[in-house]
């Protein structure tokens, strides 16, 4: 495996939109997302009104990379060897006692089963024991779910919980495919009435470089799990109402990860009119505008438009489970993984925020939550963390599950588009590779590892 990673020697480049080239403004959408799951198992479900009010540094929760334990109601921060880090029951931090006592010092038993999670196609579902939080869209879930638990303990004590089915509905009342044009739920009819508010326009240096890549003779694909009509909404608001020329293929309800690893009969592509799905194509003959799919048929659509046999693919995208390992797992593409950790406390300020006008700028300053890429207070650093010593042996500083899983599916990690969009196209990357440092294939630099006090 060669060491350097260009975009030039790519023919296709591959995005996800949201959290890729649609980026939002984390505290407004966490607590948008945060409330129409609240609000619906409050109101469908009957669940404690308190669960509908937020203190403002609650969102200090949300990190990513923690798995939920369904059924005990424990959210578990995890080692690269399956060892418990940290834990909380709730919201509840556990001492390190507490975690020693209810999972030891060797790999949790069901890491096996996490750590296939990665790779298994369906996230909500009924059937789930545990969940894995990966990305922004989920997170504020967790800490709903944590609230839950600790409102489920102050009534009745439970030991085994129950509460994931209402979540799962909560889940798909906002999100289900006919939810922007009924406008059902909290979530869709707040952004279209204040796209402003949730969504940051693309910098003028990210349309520069799209632009660059097309003319350099690029194909430039937008692959999203999104509807059609809420990608239209994101991408004329980020990109402008001519969006569509920036790509010569569309696909939206692409069901990511399922749209890698399933096969063309399982996973037909469609047309679309007015938003409405149309009858399955037996194949993939033209760029356009297409609905669900599969990467087979797409990548023999890709080697006619380029002419050749095996086209390079690199595939931009901000979720390990949907996105990263998926593409390189079953297509062998590049990937290059948008991991907003890697700016650390620096809250990035889009680069044309200083254009608008002052009073435009003030309007939603009074919703001081905490941006879910400043570091957990509660969980740590998202890359590393301490393993206290057993009998007074010295801590050790161990790399967290999640960046094992960032060093082994991806080809680079960059913070987002823009942090490369100056950049000249036949730049070489550093790749991530097993045998070379474990941060190599981090652009700019690595993660800086905050040394955040823990709870002894």
Known sequence: MQQYFSLADCDVMGFDLDHTLC??????????????????????????????????DSLDFCCKGLVLDIEEGNFLKLAEDGTVLRASHGTKSMTHEEILETYGRREWKHFNTVSAMVSRSGSYTLA??????????DLPGALLCARVVDSLDQHDGQKKYDFWKDMVAAVQHNYKISAFKEDCGTYFPEVKNHPDKYLQRCPESVKKWLKQLKSAGKILL????????YCRLLCEHILGNNFEEYFDIVITNALKPGFFSHTPNQRPFRT????????????LDKPGWYSQGNAIQLYELLKKMTGKLDPKVVYFGDSMHSDIFPARHYSNWETVFILEELLGDEVAVPADS???????????????????YSVS??????????????ENA?????????CKCV??????????????????????????????????????????????????
């Not at 937008?222 to 009509?229: G, P, Q, R, V």
């Not at 207070?377 to 057993?390: E, I, Y």
């Not at 010295?394 to 999640?402: D, F, G, I």
């Not at 913070?415 to 474990?438: G, K, M, Q, V, W």
């Open 407 to 456: 060093s082994t599916y991806s080809t680079i990690a960059i913070p987002s588009l823009e942090a490369i969009a100056d950049l000249p196209l036949d730049y070489r990357f550093t790749r991530f590779c097993s045998n070379r440092s474990a941060t190599a294939g981090y652009y700019p630099s690595p993660p800086r590892i905050h040394h955040t006090q823990k709870e002894t």
């Open 23 to 56: 980026r939002y403004h984390l505290p407004q959408s966490a607590r948008l997302i945060y409330d129409s799951f609240a609000q619906y198992l409050v109101t469908e479900k009957g669940y404690d009104k308190d669960l509908l009010t937020l203190a403002p």
């Open 354 to 372: 200083e254009s608008e006008p002052l009073e435009k700028k003030g309007k939603y300053e009074g919703d001081q939550l905490k941006a879910p």
């Open 272 to 283: 679309l009119e007015n938003d409405e799905e149309q009858e399955a194509l037996l194949s």
């Open 377 to 390: 207070k509660q969980w740590g650093s998202f890359f590393m963390d301490r393993l206290p010593g057993l």
């Open 394 to 402: 010295e801590e050790t500083l161990v790399r967290t599950w999640s």
């Open 128 to 137: 789930s024991k545990y969940y894995l939080y990966d990305n922004y869209f």
């Open 222 to 229: 937008l692959i999203t799990s999104s509807h059609s009509d």
